[in-house]
């Protein structure tokens, strides 16, 4: 969300601490069926309201701007709803919380927290464990700060690669995605605190979010985003859903009742609470009608859309008293059915184990660390090594965070802080470095080798101190925010030039890249080796370390595709931006009639439908830079002796060898696609297999029917075809290398 200021690590000491330390409110005595289904025990309540305590319910607070508003305490965050406590209905504080408790411009002077590696380096783990670890550490810091309602569960699939928010969501495979966000809101919630799924749906780039309406066919979308969403929701069972700032096909998404009301309500059965994105809200009887049931940060919108807008309408019959009924029963559901209801908050913050949480945000940047290449067996770095040159600002002193709501203050504090003179981003978001050095981790990894630092400002100097090095590590960035997309795939300031001067001085080159998705990489071909160590977190440094040293074997896969050229995105760049950047510069010459300038509405054609990301490339016949899935190990393993079954339910069988002599980890994927079809393979399941050298396990995946399925609009629902199926146990997406067919039934399932 955008604002103008803009593992089991829950130990049962936590939870004493929270009985401990809380007053409980005087409540009345809870009616009879306060003890039985959740939205049984949330209408009992409901019924007893009145008017005005439910319209209360139906919009929150922004805390920055609602000074005097409330007479409860307000913790500087995303979003505050009083409390009813004659009814049991606590206060409710809300904070964003993609990777970790935020905390972006430090509204909350001296608060910090843990902050964990970018979205897509927790998706490039393929393991919804690490996701989940992730989840539990991040909802046991927020109810120790005391919050009770997370905004985490991003689940938007990458459209496009330079999507200034890509960092925070999990990839471009509805399979993976939904896996992994569904793990990740149940490690929230967990806690007993509610976490919100996010942004419903198609908020696909950051460029004129607030105003483009994206197009796409009800089929592909099912297939693609919503399927996402609905795996998600499935898995993790979040409290409340999130609804987006942009249109979908004409209508805004807080007011799109085919979304909120026909797909989310009626053919998934959600429960839960949708809540609008803050500033995503345009009208009252449409929007309630529609299927939203609060307004967020109403400070931010035009106008208090759910207060006394909404009352009036409920007085007069626009929204029926049964709608406003439902908003909060649904409202309540969610808070009762994550226990967020009957948990109390504590009366002052805990103390946190910041040191564990520190492991956790270390073990999933090492696993989603990817080595993308690794030519002559540069890495890992050989003990005998004596020279080392690093080379890269920045990394003497940490390694960067993405920016935006999403921004953790993280423990150690930000020793780079660099505030935005321009852009939309301006407002609420800083290029931020985690205190976390690569270049000490190093040091301290190979206290044998020497080990000297230099910019890289200076191309020449950086050249001349790799020639009299054994081996050169550049460290470059690229970063990215929430509110603005990147305008090219290159990386900025000259860095590009910088990694070929390097890797011509220095045949035994390491590029080391920390960046928000995908860039281009115009030196491929002259580097031996190179990480792709995305926003690895408070823990970047050690993790990187121990990567490139070989004291974890690298396991990361791409959650995403790597172009070879932007061209080869289904859009050549932002849709939009130039007319953006065009109006914007009128406004700025012109600022007495500034106004007029504002950019109205476009649209967005998702011309490539569900075949999202890798399904494009193939679709297309196009060979990308590096492949969905796409990962090496610094140990090798084999695929052996592969048995599929069909009928009713695909699934395949096979052994997993460790062929090398390092321990390592393997990262098994089925891709399925019906024979005799022109349409792309899509995944259908993955594992991760750690094993020993020379160790072997038999392992079973068995296919998301919903993957094999394509969606009939007119049963409605999902439909598998009957006949022979083509199954590839692949490496990554364009691995045909052991490829099956089976056989399977037809079959018909709900939406």
């Known amino acids: 969300m955008s604002r103008g200021l803009h593992c089991a690590l829950l130990s049962a000491s936590l939870l004493a601490g929270i009985g401990a330390t809380t007053a409980v409110p005087a409540r009345e005595a809870p009616p009879t069926a306060d003890r039985g289904d959740a939205r049984t025990r949330a209408a009992a309540r409901v019924a007893r309201m009145t008017l005005d305590e439910k319209i209360a319910l139906a919009h929150g607070l922004f805390p920055p701007r609602a000074k005097g508003k409330t007479a409860n305490e307000l913790i500087p965050s995303a979003g505050h709803i009083d409390g ?17 408790v935020a905390n972006q411009v430090e509204q909350r002077k001296g608060d910090v927290a843990t902050a964990l590696p970018s979205s897509l380096a927790t998706a490039a783990t393929f393991d919804p464990e690490i996701a989940h670890a992730g989840g539990v550490m991040i909802g046991a810091e927020a109810r120790a700060k005391r919050f009770n309602v997370l905004l985490a569960g991003g689940v938007n699939l990458t459209r496009d690669p330079w999507n200034g928010r890509n960092f925070e969501y999990l990839g471009e495979d509805p399979l993976l995605a939904g896996e992994m966000a569904g793990a990740h809101i149940a490690g929230v919630q967990s806690n007993r605190i ?29 297939e693609s985003d919503l399927l996402a969403f609905q795996i998600a929701i499935e898995k993790g069972r979040p409290g409340s859903v999130m609804c987006a700032y942009n249109k979908v096909n004409g209508d805004w998404a807080c007011e799109n009742a085919h979304l909120m009301n026909d797909v989310l309500k009626r053919d998934w059965g959600y429960r839960g609470w949708v809540m609008s994105d803050w500033g995503a809200v345009h009208s009252t009887a449409k929007a309630a009608n529609a299927g939203l049931d609060q307004q967020s940060g109403q400070e931010l919108d035009t106008a208090i859309f759910f207060g006394d807008a909404l009352k009036a309408d409920v007085e007069a019959g626009k929204v029926p008293m049964a709608r406003l009924d439902d908003m909060i029963t649904r409202y309540l559901t969610g808070l009762i059915e994550t226990g967020v209801l009957d948990t109390p908050m504590p009366a002052r913050p805990l103390s946190i184990p910041y040191a564990r949480h520190a492991d956790v945000a270390q073990r999933a940047a090492e696993a989603g660390i990817v080595l993308l290449k690794n030519e002559g067996g540069v890495l890992p770095l ?73 910019d890289g400002r200076d191309v020449a100097a950086a050249a001349q101190a790799a020639r009299g090095a054994d081996v050169a590590i550049v460290f470059a960035t690229q970063w990215t925010t929430e509110a603005q997309d990147v305008p090219n795939l290159s990386l900025p300031y000259g860095q590009d030039a910088l990694i070929a001067a390097v890797a011509a001085a220095q045949p035994r080159t390491v590029a080391v890249l920390e960046t928000g998705g995908p860039v281009l990489m115009p030196w491929r071909d002259q580097v031996p080796a190179i990480v792709q160590a995305w926003y690895p977190g408070q823990r970047g440094g050690p993790a990187i370390a121990n990567i490139l040293t070989g004291r974890v074997n690298p396991s990361g896969r791409l959650p995403i595709t790597f172009p070879a050229a932007a061209s080869q995105a289904p859009r050549a760049a932002p849709v939009g931006l130039d007319t953006l950047t065009s109006l914007e510069a009128q406004a700025a010459a012109n600022p007495a009639n500034a106004a007029q300038y504002h950019l109205k509405t476009f649209s967005i054609d998702y011309v490539e439908g569900a075949d999202v990301g890798y399904r494009w490339y193939e679709r297309k016949g196009q060979r990308p830079m590096f492949a969905f899935g796409h990962g090496l190990s610094y140990t090798s393993f084999a695929y052996r002796n592969p048995v599929v079954q069909g009928g009713k339910t695909l699934r395949i069988s096979f052994e997993v060898v460790n062929t090398g002599r390092k321990a390592g980890v393997d990262v098994p994927q089925i891709y399925v696609a019906r024979d005799g079809s022109a349409a792309p393979m899509r995944l259908a399941a993955f594992t991760r297999v750690s094993l020993k050298p020379g160790e072997s396990r038999r392992v079973t995946l068995t296919a998301e029917p919903r993957i094999i399925a394509d969606y009939d609009t007119k049963l409605p629902g999902w439909r598998i075809a009957g006949g022979r199926y083509r199954v590839a146990l692949a490496r990554d997406a364009t691995d045909r290398t052991l490829v099956s067919t089976t056989t399977l039934d037809p079959a018909t399932m709900k939406p």
């Open 194 to 222: 509610t976490s919100t799924i996010k942004h419903f749906a198609l908020n696909a780039q950051e460029t004129g979010r607030m105003v483009l309406d994206a197009r796409i066919d009800e089929a592909s979308l099912r």
């Open 382 to 454: 050989a003990r005998t090594a004596k020279r080392i040159a690093v080379i890269g600002w920045g990394a003497d002193v940490g390694v960067l965070s993405g920016g935006g709501s999403s921004q953790v203050r993280s423990v150690g504090g930000a020793p780079i802080e660099i505030p935005l003179s321009s852009g939309a981003a301006s407002s609420f978001a800083r290029i931020t470095y985690h205190a976390s050095s690569p270049l000490k981790a190093i040091r301290a990894a190979m206290p044998q080798a020497k080990v000297s630092f230099i």
């Open 84 to 100: 009813i406590p004659r009814l049991g209905v606590p206060l409710i504080r809300e904070s964003d919380a993609s990777l970790g």
